[in-house]
């Protein structure tokens, strides 16, 4: 069968379609993204901007018309912290199913980790052990560890990567006060969440998930483990600590002629930089593998596992 996944997150507006069938590995047809950076549209009091809010429904209105062009038999709609978190949250759901028919399923936190968890679990497999997972999205970070398709621990803080810009980073390129506040708040926050984890057993493997992490590792030239189409993908925290001041350096612009760097999440790489840098830090990583599912790529596994 063919199904959509539709992810209206901090940054933009996604429409991945699969091709998959119960106890199969979804095959990805197409993809249709717009960009809405929805950060740049909460107003000091928490709500969507009437803007931000016809830029979410144009977006979802054309995901809709690309999704029946592709014959996609079921949607499934999602919404990530930014929409979840707005004071008027409940009012632009409202708008959107009625402009566009598609009743949004908010995510927590809590359930962005362990969804995207079983992606990394199926796509790693059972021989990994206990994984120690890193997502970075627009608006959150996500921590979990776990030996089973769904992890033993899991929270969400708010340290994703388009907030941590927005809420520290407000010069383009910031200054070394604005980054080095990012930093310390970074830590901070970490520092309540990191003792949790410590309680667990070390992890066998650690990865990132995300734009974010994809992106850094492909400009720090990634590092390779083995050889041919399985080679893994893997980003060391020493990289990280020679780019982002290099990043910080320069304008938002001319970031994207660097490798990995695209126009939509050139003005916030930074920001994801530093937050995956002290988390890494915070839990004493090294290296971390990079895995191409996430989120998305869960929602898709559980639909499936129900219709099995």
Excluded at 53 to 79: Q, W
Excluded at 204 to 212: A, E, F, L, Q
Aim: hydrophobic share 45%; net charge negative; proline share 6%.
């Amino acid at each position: 069968m063919r199904l959509g996944v539709l992810d209206v997150g901090s940054n933009t507006v996604h429409l991945l379609v699969v091709d998959a069938h119960p106890g199969a590995r979804p095959v990805p047809s197409s993809t249709h993204k717009t960009v809405v950076r929805m950060m740049r549209f909460i107003a000091p009091d928490g709500a969507i901007t009437d803007e931000g809010v016809e830029r979410i429904t144009g977006a979802i209105a054309s995901a809709v018309t690309a999704a029946a062009s592709e014959e996609v038999a079921e949607l499934l709609p999602f919404a990530t912290s930014a929409l979840r978190e707005a004071t008027n949250g409940a009012a632009v759901f409202a708008h959107i199913e009625r402009e566009t028919g598609v009743a949004l399923r908010v995510l927590s936190g809590y359930d962005e980790a362990r969804l995207t968890f079983l992606a990394v679990r199926r796509w790693h497999g059972w021989s990994a052990g206990r994984i120690l997972l890193l997502d970075i999205g627009g608006g959150s970070l996500e921590i979990a560890s776990g030996i089973d398709e769904y992890p033993d621990l899991a929270v969400s803080v708010p340290l994703g990567a388009g907030r941590s810009t927005i809420g520290f980073l407000p010069d383009d390129p910031p200054t070394s006060d604005q980054v080095e506040a990012l930093r310390a708040h970074a830590r901070g926050v970490l520092r309540e969440v990191a003792p949790r984890f410590a309680a667990l057993d070390r992890p066998d493997h650690v990865v990132g998930t995300s734009k974010t992490f994809r992106s850094l590792a492909r400009l720090a030239g990634s590092v390779h483990d083995g050889v041919g189409p399985d080679d893994r993908v893997r980003l060391r925290r020493s990289q990280l600590a020679d780019w982002v001041p290099r990043l910080a350096a320069i304008p938002a612009q001319a970031r994207t002629a660097l490798p990995g760097i695209t126009p939509e999440r050139t003005a916030q790489i930074v920001g994801g930089g530093i937050v995956a840098e002290e988390a890494m830090r915070a839990f004493s990583v090294r290296e971390l593998e990079i895995c191409p599912w996430a989120l998305r790529e869960g929602l898709i596994l559980r639909r499936l596992d129900d219709l099995a």
